[in-house]
């Protein structure tokens, strides 16, 4: 893994790095087979000319290398959204608030990031621009191994790629239900969603007013507490309590089933290396996690606030769809008013129910995903391979969505071993627990990633 932003700054600051080198180095690797179908569009200019500003050493952010999902508007840009549906949409006349506020803290705009259409789905694919393939596959086939593509992980695809491979040290992005931390397990770095007020979504293109988060991924849990700190606006305050002093719990119920042998193991060693670093961690029953299907039987949220804003596009070019995002958006189509309003009494209620079973709890942990990332191979766009689609879908959804449903934030951490593919785990709880989750990180980060 290449060096962080944070030890990137401080080489700048002190003189031994300058950030035009820096932003160079990411261009290269930018247009490098690592990153293929990782932007959408590249603005090498934009990244050299920050890079160049006076003073830019002394930002937060340094004039180095952020990558912008397809889904934010920057101001003289289009904002397509993974779609050949948006192509003619007018340039944005203004940045949205998130990469506003990432200029302002002196990031180097490097270019804009695939992304699944519309950002919905979990896995990564997009039959419009092509899908980037999983840093752990291009990692073995560097190495010389033999292997197929993996999927990336969706919807945030391209922006996990760009951090991971090193052309971006920050991936802007969004997690309607997983779409950053999804695939950040799958790239082996760091996704947090923080609860869904603390960042505006304005100038970001909507899926589920209910539920979309705008946050980022990188490659190290204090890039990430700085690049929350930038969005946010906010101050995350520093940690004192040691390991010892968390009260960590685990649920069986739901986030454990169908764990595929890779994640089992990462997953038990994890818990395993953390008890034996003095984590107090303890099986809790929280059977409100069942309720979660039956719930959303109708559809969800996704499905029919999407449909509301996509309406009117479906009806005049819906064969311009990715045809599984339509599949998708249909649901919504069918909602009656009372079944949107009483989806939203259940999850009220709910939250309230969840809220009071983790009183005493200072986080849950997870398998951020059951399975590990599929190859691009079985889930590629064509008919005869939807049904493998849909079911991988919903595995590498289901935990992460649970933290949507909840309005609560998680991070996921990389826990796998050097010869295994990407696996992560994720801590998480109700919403405005981000410091402690935050602080929290700050302590398994080393730990989970020991030999």
Not at 45 to 68: E, K, N
Not at 185 to 194: D, M, R, S, T
Not at 346 to 372: K, M
Request: net charge neutral; charged share 20%; with cysteine.
């Amino acid at each position: 893994m290449k060096a962080d932003l944070i030890a990137t700054r401080q080489a700048i600051r002190t003189g031994s790095l300058h950030p035009q080198a820096v932003a160079e180095e990411c261009l290269s690797l930018a247009h490098s087979s690592a990153c293929e179908h990782v932007f959408m569009q590249l603005t090498p200019d934009v990244l050299r000319h920050t890079a160049q500003q006076s003073g830019i050493a002394s930002s937060p952010l340094a004039g180095l290398s952020v990558s912008i999902k397809d889904l934010f508007d920057i101001e003289g840009q289009v904002s397509k959204a993974g779609s050949v549906v948006l192509e003619n949409r007018p340039r944005a006349s203004q940045d949205c608030t998130a990469v506003a506020r990432l200029r302002a803290a002196g990031a180097g705009l490097i270019g804009r990031t695939h992304m699944v259409e519309f950002a919905f789905s979990g896995v990564g694919i997009n039959p419009h621009y092509g899908t980037p393939a999983a840093w752990d596959a291009q990692k073995n086939q560097a190495a010389g191994a033999p292997g197929q593509p993996h999927a990336p992980g969706g919807s945030s695809s391209g922006a996990a790629v760009s951090v991971a491979t090193g052309a971006a040290f920050i991936g802007l992005g969004s997690d309607t239900g997983g779409s950053i931390r999804v695939p950040a397990a799958l790239n082996g770095i760091v996704g947090f969603k923080n609860t869904a007020r603390r960042v505006p979504t304005q100038g970001a293109l909507p899926l589920s007013t209910t539920l979309d988060t705008v946050c980022a991924m990188t490659r190290t849990v204090r890039d990430t507490i700085l690049a929350h700190e930038v969005l946010s606006a906010r101050r995350v305050p520093q940690g004192q309590r040691p390991l010892s002093g968390y009260r960590l719990a685990v649920v069986k119920t739901l986030m454990q089933d169908g764990m595929d042998a890779t994640v089992t193991r990462a997953f038990e060693r994890s818990l395993n290396t953390l008890r034996a670093a003095g984590a107090c961690i303890e099986e809790i029953t929280l059977n409100e996690l069942n309720e979660l299907a039956p719930m959303m039987r109708t559809g969800g949220f996704s499905p029919a606030e999407g449909y509301a804003w996509h309406r009117e596009m479906i009806d005049q070019e819906s064969e311009r769809y990715d045809p599984r995002v339509l599949k998708r958006l249909m649901l919504g189509a069918g909602m009656k008013a009372h079944e949107y309003m009483d989806l939203v009494h259940a999850r009220h209620d709910w939250i309230r129910r969840v809220e009071v079973a983790l009183l005493g709890c200072d986080a849950v942990l997870s398998p951020t995903t059951p399975i590990t990332a599929p190859k691009i191979s079985d889930v590629a766009p064509g008919a005869e391979r939807d049904a493998e689609f849909f079911r991988v879908n919903g595995l590498l959804l289901r935990n992460t969505s649970a933290i949507n449903t909840l309005d609560g934030c998680g991070i996921s951490l990389p826990c796998h071993a050097p010869d295994e593919l990407p696996a992560g785990l994720m801590a998480w709880h109700a919403a405005m627990h981000d410091d402690s989750i935050l602080q929290l990180a700050l302590l398994l980060e080393p730990l989970l990633q020991k030999p």
